[in-house]
């Protein structure tokens, strides 16, 4: 499984924006790149995924390079409720594969109102 | 609300025993994906069954099995369970297999604890 490397924390300040970085520099092309978070007491969340043109939702974007080496989670306007593990995971589209996500250790994001 | 259920929450029990955690997926989706979370391995996959067979298999031990009903539900089987099983798990769930694509959705987890 492909490796991603993420800061062990961040902080940032509540209504502020937020990047959240991800370097998978060993990124396959057939590698989707995932977001999933965690928030405290709780199991992990879907956060969104691309491959890769930039992706939006209602929860957060997706900016990923050009050569796909790396990624940033934006979220645009952080809460409270934001604060969270954020994993960056890479999944092989390949067909037949399992669709296991691999967690790595994660990024601690703490918000501060 | 992510619409996995799992059952119980907690758990406690003694060394040597066996526990059977429950889970019940989104309606809809055939795959079922156990993981467990322990402080100081994280977050880790343990199998995987879609529609009703096993899919995948990671980190598990002979001790732990699993399994998934025709109506869907999942089970994970610990047996002969020692201090180091304590850890939270995790069920997740997702609609289809193959992609790379699709999200799993976890339920709120079982929180085991061996004393």
């Known amino acids: 499984d492909a490796k991603t490397t993420q800061p062990n924390s961040m902080e940032s300040n509540e209504e502020e924006p937020v990047h959240l970085p991800c370097n998978h520099s060993t990124i396959s092309g057939t590698d989707y790149i995932h977001w999933y978070r965690q928030l405290p007491s709780q199991g992990p969340e879907y956060v969104i995924h691309g491959l890769t043109s930039n992706v939006n939702n209602r929860m957060a974007s997706l900016a990923i390079a050009e050569d796909r080496k790396s990624s940033t989670l934006i979220l645009h306007r952080a809460t409270l409720r934001d604060a969270a593990v954020y994993y960056c995971i890479l999944r092989d589209r390949g067909q037949g594969g399992s669709e296991k996500l691999v967690f790595g250790k994660g990024m601690k994001l703490t918000v501060n109102p | 609300d992510s619409g996995v259920t799992q059952t119980p929450k907690h758990l406690i029990t003694a060394t040597g025993q066996r526990v059977t955690l429950r889970c019940s997926p989104r309606?809809?989706?055939?795959?079922v994906y156990w993981y467990q979370q322990s402080l100081d391995q994280g977050l880790q996959f343990l199998i995987q069954?879609?529609?009703?067979?096993?899919?995948a298999k990671g980190n598990i031990l002979e001790r732990f099995s699993a399994q998934q009903f025709p109506d869907l539900h999942s089970e994970l089987n610990l047996s002969s369970l020692e201090l180091g099983d304590s850890a939270l798990y995790f069920c997740?769930?997702?609609?289809?297999?193959?992609?790379?694509?699709?999200?799993?959705?976890f339920g709120p987890g079982t929180r085991l604890t061996v004393l």
């Open positions: 309606s809809g989706d055939l795959s």
């Open positions: 997740a769930s997702s609609v289809w297999v193959g992609g790379g694509t699709d999200t799993q959705y």
């Open positions: 069954y879609y529609n009703g067979e096993e899919r």
